[in-house]
């Protein structure tokens, strides 16, 4: 389980910057949740027009702006939407993506209870090597979707309901397949897309063997990592206030940074 050192207190989000970080406009919340949607329905119009290179860079924005974006606020609930309509559009973000938010949901609240213990599904990868963690995520969704089952948790219904959809696109895709390739190769791209999944939000920015939560997260800083990132690598910061958006990682951040540099947080920069 993560410890807290004992000889100086994080600091409260009001002491960071109160409400502020926790804010987010109505458009900020519209323009994240219409991005997924709209790099999908990007890649069946480049597709249509044979231009599949610029289709698939549309899916890999997909990918990116959907798990460790968009995706990863709603399942921490940080726009505060009401419940209802969290849930519908992380399960339909999701799904856009072949993956079931519900699984995400209940793996990824999970993993920031228990790391680095075993018990982590999600965070397992951090325990293995680059090739380990690589081979992990090829039947990472599979993995989840069990866990979630054996565990038999309260939204199991929308759960099944969301394997039911996956299992469906792809029997309609398989099924299309030479009327329409767009669809199954929407759908191999995305599968495939899913097993580095482990590989990047466990193995790359988390240390297991560290003694504490400012040594089992990596803090990573420098214009090329938030060029690179787009500015989404705060992982750190992310495990210590996972109820601040996305939009503001960066502001909390620069609030955060003397405690860590207090903490003795080791900094991974490039170009500062």
């Excluded at 924005?61 to 940080?78: E, K, M, N, Q, T």
């Excluded at 040594?215 to 989404?232: I, V």
């Amino acid at each position: 389980m993560i410890t807290t050192p004992s000889n100086s207190k994080k600091p409260t989000i009001q002491e960071l910057g109160g409400a502020a970080l926790l804010r987010v406009t109505p458009a900020q919340i519209v323009l994240a949740v219409a991005v997924p949607f709209f790099c999908a329905a990007a890649y069946f119009a480049f597709a249509s027009m044979d231009l599949y290179p610029a289709a698939v860079i549309m899916l890999i924005l997909l990918s990116y702006f959907s798990y460790p974006s968009v995706s990863h606020d709603l399942v921490h609930r940080a726009y505060r939407l009401a419940p209802h309509l969290n849930q519908f559009l992380l399960s339909s973000i999701e799904l856009l993506c072949l993956r079931s938010g519900v699984a995400y949901q209940i793996v990824h609240l999970k993993h920031h209870q228990c790391f680095p213990s075993h018990e982590d599904i999600e965070g397992r990868a951090a325990h293995m090597s680059f090739l380990n963690a690589l081979f992990y995520g090829i039947l990472f969704q599979p993995k989840i979707w069990l866990y979630v089952l054996k565990h038999n948790p309260p939204k199991k219904r929308l759960f099944l309901f969301e394997i039911t959809m996956i299992a469906c696109i792809w029997i309609v895709a398989i099924t299309l397949a030479n009327t329409f390739p767009a669809l199954l190769l929407y759908c191999i791209i995305m599968h495939a897309g899913s097993w580095f999944i482990p590989l990047m939000t466990a193995y790359f920015p988390h240390r297991a063997e560290g003694e504490d939560e400012y040594a089992q997260t990596k803090r990573f800083r420098g214009k090329a990592f938030a060029l690179l990132s787009l500015e989404h690598l705060y992982h750190l910061e992310h495990h210590l206030y996972p109820s601040v958006p996305h939009q503001n990682w960066p502001k909390l951040a620069r609030q955060l940074d003397p405690h860590l540099d207090e903490k003795k947080a080791e900094a991974i920069t490039l170009l500062k």
